[in-house]
């Protein structure tokens, strides 16, 4: 699993420190408003082992009274740059010396004559 595919989990562990809860009273609040959760789940979170739900980011906002915007990171992870969309389209043949499609085929082998 890659970190991209999780970067609040450094600000989730933040937001738990600064308020002195463990693992196991997070757990149990977030398990209180429906989230499933368990202190290994949230311990993967909190490492960026594992990647995190839209719906686990909605419970960790509403737990820690912040908008869900604020458990991300200030500084983006990507440089911005457009990756992978420069093609260029090579035929072998240019378009004016291309066949017409309606012109009829001739068979791969003709009938011999007796």
Known sequence: M???ANVIGKNVAK??????WT????VG???L???YMTRDIL???ETQRSIVTDKQIEFFAEIFGVNEGSLFPQKRH????????????????????RRSRSRARTPL?????K
């Open 78 to 97: 990507f440089s911005g740059r457009v990756v992978g969309l420069e093609l260029k389209i090579v035929t072998r043949r240019s378009p004016s010396k």
């Open 29 to 31: 609040k977030l398990q």
């Open 109 to 113: 082998a003709t009938p011999l004559k």
């Open 2 to 4: 890659h970190r991209d």
């Open 23 to 26: 693992q196991d009273v997070l």
């Open 33 to 35: 408003l429906g989230c």
């Open 43 to 45: 311990a993967n979170v």
């Open 15 to 20: 937001h738990r420190y600064q308020r002195g």
